[in-house]
């Protein structure tokens, strides 16, 4: 009797397989999405419309996204979005992290003040979501992801521009 190698791993079947390819992320055509009505592009009912093509999708077309969501709602009504996203003492430790990590001095400065201005808690919330969500991937410079609009826009609700106007997402 010799010994098998694997022998007591579990095989993998035709459902492992067709689970795998069903949650494998797809590619989601951007092209003219800001020119057409957000009920065109949004499945979660809690989108708006954004400035460009790119920032106009739904937290249900990103397989990353949707797995988050319980019971077929917007990623924003899950408790653990509110908690991680939106509670002021995770974003407070979060904004301590980022000023013991940053090496950009304005950014620095910026995330010191006593009286932090909503664009730098917008910056927070938006980091900690592209972490939360994309925890297994490398983020940052030359490796950008957008976030749901549905997602920027209850963060622009906690934490509004005071003339309304936002920049959006930008290419490096």
Avoid at 52 to 81: P, Y
Wanted: charged share 25%; net charge positive.
């Amino acid at each position: 009797m010799s010994i098998i190698p694997y022998n007591f791993e579990p095989l993998v079947t035709d459902v492992d397989n067709y689970d795998y390819l069903e949650n494998e992320e797809s590619v989601v055509s951007y092209n003219d999405r800001s020119k057409l009505a957000v009920t065109d592009w949004c499945s979660c009912g809690k989108c708006e419309k954004q400035i460009n093509d790119r920032e106009c999708v739904c937290c249900f077309e990103l397989a990353n996204i949707f797995k988050m969501c319980t019971n077929n709602e917007c990623i924003t009504k899950s408790a653990s979005f509110s908690k991680i996203i939106l509670d002021e003492d995770i974003l407070k430790i979060t904004r301590q992290y980022k000023i013991s990590k940053t090496k950009n001095k304005t950014k620095k400065r910026s995330l010191q003040s006593a009286t932090m201005e909503n664009k730098a808690w917008r910056y927070i919330c938006y980091k900690q979501f592209t972490l939360w969500v994309n925890s297994w991937m490398t983020i940052g410079r030359g490796n950008r992801v957008v976030i749901p609009s549905c997602v920027v826009t209850k963060i622009r609700e906690r934490y509004p521009e005071e003339n309304g106007l936002y920049i959006g997402f930008q290419n490096p």
